[in-house]
Antibody
Framework: QVQLVQSGAEVKKPGASVKVSCKAS????????LHWVRQAPGQGLEWMGI????????NYAQKLQGRVTMTRDTSTSTVYMELSSLTSEDTAVYYC????????????WGQGTLVTVSS | SYELTQPPSVSVSPGQTARITCSGD??????AYWYLQRPGQAPVLVIY???ERPSGIPERFSGSSSGTTVTLTISGVQAEDEADYYC??????????FGGGTKLTVL
């Protein structure tokens, strides 16, 4: 069965960086694009960007350009999301989500990783 | 940038029909998708391609589209349907977007 398993919660200080991982299993890793979506406490879902696990190509939300980097390791079927220059506004649950491949929807989601930015 | 607009809240009594709308200028050209999210859980896809239901989603969930507005309809609402609902779409530049979310309250 398809599973996306994310790394554990993080606490970071303002100005620091965080790197969250998402390990995929149950399907051919390179056949499906993966996205990152975040959700601040009590707020809605925010799309962050997409990575093509086969080519490694990416496309990021304009708001996060310059601060976010998405990478992948095909040997371990893992994608990574690194966010730099953290502020309190980056405190959120971060999700990886698989693109269904047929349409623009997300058919499987990771369990979420809470990133807390606090001094 | 592309935006999707949803009402912040919808309330309905058990057994009634709930309708949640989502408006966006690009919706006539791009499919809409709907997710439900219960507290502390990841979102779950309930409608794709405007009006298709994934396997395992109850038949009481349906979707429709008219011009710049798509609608999620939940017929015979049950207490377990109380959740946040999000519409989502994508634009031609390779950007994905979510609506602001609608809290469905079952009275």
């Amino acid at each position: 069965q398809v599973q996306l398993v994310q790394s554990g919660a993080e606490v970071k200080k303002p100005g620091a960086s965080v790197k969250v991982s998402c390990k995929a299993s149950g399907y051919t890793f390179t056949n499906y694009y993966l996205h990152w979506v975040r959700q601040a406490p009590g707020q809605g879902l925010e799309w962050m960007g997409i990575i093509n696990p086969s080519a490694g190509s990416t496309n990021y939300a304009q708001k996060l350009q310059g601060r976010v980097t998405m990478t992948r390791d095909t040997s371990t079927s893992t994608v990574y999301m690194e966010l730099s220059s953290l502020t309190s506004e980056d405190t959120a649950v971060y999700y990886c989500a698989r693109n269904s491949g047929t349409y623009d929807d997300f058919d499987y989601w990771g369990q979420g990783t809470l990133v807390t930015v606090s001094s | 940038s592309y935006e999707l607009t949803q009402p912040p809240s919808v309330s309905v009594s058990p057994g009634q029909t709930a309708r949640i709308t989502c408006s966006g200028d690009a919706l006539p050209k791009h499919y809409a998708y709907w997710y439900l999210q219960r507290p502390g859980q990841a979102p779950v896809l309930v409608i794709y391609k405007d009006n298709e239901r994934p396997s395992g989603i109850p038949e009481r969930f349906s979707g429709s589209s008219s011009g710049t507005t798509v609608t999620l309809t939940i017929s015979g609402v049950q207490a377990e349907d109380e959740a946040d609902y999000y519409c989502q779409s994508a634009d031609s530049s390779g950007t994905w977007v979510f609506g602001g979310g609608t809290k469905l309250t079952v009275l």
